[in-house]
């Protein structure tokens, strides 16, 4: 394509709420065939509620939500925020951590009034080796088949409580999907999250089973990059964490939610401004329009 092509590319590109880095990254779109879509914040809102708990027998429902949401009000994670948000509705004012950590992919963990506290997957807790009591586990594969996230909550070596949190699928995110199918690309559900949320999410969306992968930490997102490009795919990745910002990086073409955050804005090649993932559709098709291979 010409320099002016890509000069009307870009800017039509910013009419349709497309902020693109450079003229040259409309020329990285041209052989994408597979796009990566994160889960939580790019295909759901992110915006998490919670909505309930499920505690272990001789455990206080407000004793768990005291410790769990004070410790989470110390992350900005949609998870952290929910049960923060959603503890300080019931049990009021929330003590402060004296010490808080976030262990990225599993949780928090920190100490609260003299206990050690873990809020988090079920493998933070067994990386402390605290194992769910059955009535707890129950109530984590129930939630889990409901499609919900549960969360697990320990304190002074012992699981006390499993929290449920979901979020919903953005409207507009399953025409997004036929869109860029649409598109003759392959969609791929990439989450740390549980395999039954993932399964849940993605067949709202309209996403094939065998293309969600599931529980992956966020330092090893970039990897599934790698391992998509290594079967010689070209690879688009769509996202909105700092744990997707290194995926973002690797991808062929990186595509920002503009409501995610700062890290993952500067590593993506351009920015999907209002959030809608039907955006990424635009892009692809804009660029494609504007290097001639497309009508
Ligand atoms: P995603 O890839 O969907 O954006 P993350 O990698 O951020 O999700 O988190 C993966 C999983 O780790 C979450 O689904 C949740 O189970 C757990 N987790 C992460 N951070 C927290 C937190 N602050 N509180 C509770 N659970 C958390
Ligand atoms: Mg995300």
Do not use: C
């Not at 004012?93 to 873990?118: R, S, Y």
């Not at 949320?197 to 709202?204: D, G, H, K, P, T």
């Not at 959030?275 to 497309?294: H, V």
């Amino acid at each position: 394509a010409t320099p002016t092509a890509l000069m009307v590319g870009t800017g039509r590109g910013a009419q349709l709420g497309i902020l693109i880095k450079g003229p040259e990254v409309l020329e990285s779109t041209k052989r994408v065939d597979t796009i990566v879509l994160d889960k939580t914040g790019t295909v759901t809102t992110g915006k998490m509620t919670l909505l309930g708990t499920v505690v272990a027998d001789g455990t206080d429902e407000t004793d768990v939500l005291r410790l769990a949401g004070a410790l989470e009000h110390a992350s900005e994670h949609p998870i952290a925020q929910a049960v923060a948000a959603g503890a300080a509705a019931k049990v009021g004012a929330l003590p402060t951590p004296e010490d808080f950590a976030n262990v990225p992919g599993l949780g928090v963990q920190g100490v609260i009034e003299g206990h050690a506290v873990l809020v988090g997957r079920e493998q933070l807790l067994a990386e402390w080796v605290i194992p769910l009591p059955e009535g707890l586990k129950k109530a984590k594969d129930e939630a889990e088949a409901a499609g919900r996230t549960a969360i697990a909550v320990a304190w002074d070596g012992e699981a006390r409580a499993v929290l449920e949190v979901a979020d919903a699928v953005k409207e507009t995110s399953a025409e997004a999907v036929r869109r860029l199918r649409d598109l003759g690309l392959t969609p791929i559900l990439l989450t740390g999250d549980n395999k039954a949320v993932a399964a849940s999410v993605a067949a709202e969306v309209g996403i094939a089973p065998e293309h969600v992968i599931a529980e992956v930490l966020p330092q090893d997102k970039v990897d599934v990059v790698k391992r998509l490009q290594g079967e010689g795919r070209s690879v688009a990745m769509v996202g909105d964490g700092v744990n997707d910002a290194a995926a973002l990086a690797q991808a062929d073409l990186g595509l920002a939610m503009g409501t995610g955050t700062d890290a993952a804005i500067e590593a993506g090649d351009l920015t999907l401004v209002r959030g809608d993932l039907r955006a990424a559709a635009d892009a692809i098709r804009l660029s494609r329009k504007t290097l001639g291979t497309i009508k």
